[in-house]
T-cell receptor, first 113, second 113 residues
Framework: GAVVSQHPSWVICKSGTSVKIECRSLDFQATTMFWYRQFPKQSLMLMATSNEGSKATYEQGVEKDKFLINHASLTLSTLTVTSAHPEDSSFYIC?????????FGPGTRLLVL | GESVGLHLPTLSVQEGDNSIINCAYSNSASDYFIWYKQESGKGPQFIIDIRSNMDKRQGQRVTVLLNKTVKHLSLQIAATQPGDSAVYFCAETGYDSWGKLQFGAGTQVVVTP
């Protein structure tokens, strides 16, 4: 299966600042990656689909200007949380569509103070 | 929006017993289903999958059953071990939204000695 990494694994930032999270597909060239968000004790919610070389597509209710996604290569997608606020504190997880199924990264814990 | 204070259903299992985790899905167009295991602070880990043209699939110590008539999915874990303690999620997707996974609410499995 695909091996997926994320960086950083956790980040603490001040309210109003921007945070960039990287998702890398280490052994698979991914034209599509997905970004999910997970609040404590809850399930994963799909935020957006990251498409290599084109614009991301966002799920209903997800602000595209707040959650900027860039998929500049077949192995890297980035999610930037702009002007972060405490309510953006969450666990952000990316996934890669491998040859047969979806594989997930280890997640990034974001805490906005 | 997300609910605050939501508690995951919990399944308490004695070590060595078999576990059965259930999942109901709502989208009749879904044709691919996956079970993931998520340990605290980590990303989901693939366990087993099944396509809609099957009703049973077996892996190592795990079996997935699919009942399309009642839109029900189950995961059976044989001889449950302490390392099986985690949250288990079912996920579904379909040809019309390939790769965009819809996750179930999750079940917390606690293995007791």
């Amino acid at each position: 299966g695909a091996v997926v990494s994320q960086h950083p694994s956790w980040v603490i930032c001040k309210s109003g600042t921007s945070v960039k999270i990287e998702c890398r597909s280490l052994d698979f060239q991914a034209t599509t990656m997905f970004w999910y968000r997970q609040f404590p004790k809850q399930s994963l919610m799909l935020m957006a689909t990251s498409n290599e070389g084109s614009k991301a597509t966002y799920e209903q209710g997800v602000e595209k200007d707040k959650f900027l996604i860039n998929h500049a290569s077949l192995t890297l997608s980035t999610l930037t949380v702009t002007s972060a606020h405490p309510e953006d504190s969450s666990f952000y997880i990316c996934s890669v569509g491998g040859e047969e199924t979806q594989y997930f990264g280890p997640g990034t814990r974001l805490l906005v103070l | 929006g997300e609910s605050v204070g939501l508690h995951l259903p919990t399944l308490s299992v004695q070590e060595g017993d078999n576990s059965i985790i259930n999942c109901a899905y709502s989208n009749s167009a879904s044709d691919y289903f996956i079970w993931y295991k998520q340990e605290s602070g980590k990303g989901p880990q693939f366990i087993i999958d099944i396509r809609s043209n099957m009703d049973k699939r077996q892996g190592q110590r795990v079996t997935v059953l699919l009942n399309k008539t009642v839109k029900h999915l189950s995961l059976q874990i044989a001889a449950t071990q302490p390392g099986d303690s985690a949250v288990y999620f079912c996920a579904e997707t379909g040809y019309d939204s390939w790769g965009k996974l819809q996750f179930g609410a999750g079940t917390q499995v606690v293995v007791t000695p």
